[in-house]
């Protein structure tokens, strides 16, 4: 079963503006992952928050991880039409393997 | 690097028939993985290697299906017989553990495998 549950499934915003998605997980973690998906691709690698930071960031990301929530969420500020994808949070478990949520389709529109 | 790359990039093939899809991970990556994609059930680990070694296929859906590591850089997926249940993007990525036991972090993910059974 998937441990991560991204949400909204879908979010469909103006170019510029700000994109938040959320990730909600219920065991602990090592770390929390995001990756981003283009249609008909393969995943990418975003940005990874260990479990013992609050807050992350690279570039227009935004990362911030609640262990007590056991929730994160990814913001992408100014956001560009490049932007379309679907985006995934991965959990870390441990025994070395991710857990994918359902993932959050991201419209952008110009 | 070319980086993770898969084959075939779209295979479609007829109930019954065998399917073997084909995975090059990234050289020097010693962790390799095979996802499933389907509109229904996400993304779902199949299979993952350490050092070509099977480690965890608890993810397998069943009998019909087996991944084998002959070598560092070479996986395949096989499906035999396939069904048109199996219809989905199939995806290999490769992660590197900086040290023995090391945490294992990102993964890369190759272009996928869409297979559709009819």
């Known amino acids: 079963s998937q441990q991560g549950e991204e949400d909204p499934q879908a979010l469909s915003i103006q170019e510029g503006e700000n994109a938040t998605m959320n990730c909600s997980y219920k065991?602990?973690?090592?770390?929390l992952q995001w990756y981003r998906q283009n249609s008909g691709r393969g995943l990418v690698h975003l940005i990874l928050?260990?479990?013992?930071?609050r807050e992350k960031h690279s570039g227009r990301l935004r990362v911030t991880l609640d262990t007590s929530k056991k929730s994160s969420s990814l913001l992408i500020t100014a956001s560009r039409a490049a932007d379309t994808a679907s985006y995934f949070c991965?959990?870390?478990?441990?025994?070395?393997?991710?857990?994918f949520g359902q993932g959050t389709r991201l419209t952008i529109n110009p | 690097d070319a980086g993770v790359i898969q084959s075939p990039r779209h295979e479609v093939t007829e109930m019954g028939q065998e399917v073997t899809l084909r995975c090059k991970p990234i050289?020097?990556?010693?962790?390799l993985f095979w996802y499933r994609q389907t509109m229904m059930r996400g993304l779902e680990l199949l299979i993952y290697?350490?050092?070509?070694?099977?480690?965890?296929d608890s993810g397998m859906p069943e009998d019909r299906f087996s991944a084998k590591m002959p070598n560092a850089s070479f996986s395949t997926l096989k499906i035999q017989p396939s069904e048109p249940r199996d219809s989905a993007v199939y995806f290999c990525?490769?992660?590197?553990?900086?040290?023995?036991?090391?945490?294992?972090?990102?993964?890369?993910f190759g272009p996928g495998t869409r297979l559709l059974v009819l």
């Open positions: 991965a959990t870390d478990q441990g025994a070395q393997k991710l857990v």
């Open positions: 065991t602990s973690i090592n770390n």
């Open positions: 928050i260990r479990s013992n930071e």
């Open positions: 050289s020097g990556h010693d962790y």
């Open positions: 290697f350490n050092n070509n070694v099977p480690i965890d």
């Open positions: 990525a490769s992660a590197w553990s900086p040290a023995p036991n090391g945490i294992r972090e990102t993964q890369y």
